[in-house]
């Protein structure tokens, strides 16, 4: 069993920023990939950014040179730096630890751009 618990949520100005986290407690198997989702509404779930626990990151063309993935391997804990966020990045961010055998999805945090 495995649990994820989020943070940093909220809502911000465009051009401003946040960070989201992401704990994992429980059965933690070693070889795992952490990262964020996000849905809006009326759109389909999306890749943000993750990174493998072996410090591979992979990043969404849309949030790149503004989104930073990093993770504490130790803590079990993946970051989500967001800066000159914009509206169209309002959405429900999900965090994702998933591996071989398992995929656990977090409740998600809202974040709100204002324009």
């Not at 950014?49 to 949030?63: C, E, F, I, L």
């Not at 591996?99 to 998600?108: A, I």
Request: hydrophobic share 35%; net charge positive.
């Amino acid at each position: 069993q495995v649990q994820l618990v989020e943070s940093g949520g909220g809502l911000v100005q465009a051009g401003g920023s946040l960070r989201l986290s992401c704990a994992a407690s429980g059965s933690i198997v070693s070889l795992n990939v952490m990262g964020w989702y996000r849905q809006a509404p009326g759109k389909q779930r999306e890749l943000v950014a993750t990174m493998s626990s072996g410090g591979t990151p992979v990043t969404a063309n849309s949030v790149k040179g503004r989104f930073t993935v990093s993770r504490d391997n130790g803590k079990n804990t993946v970051f989500l730096q967001m800066n000159s966020l914009q509206p169209e990045d309002t959405a429900v961010y999900y965090c994702r630890f998933s591996g071989v055998g398992f995929d656990h999805w977090g409740q998600g945090t809202q974040v709100t751009v204002l324009s």
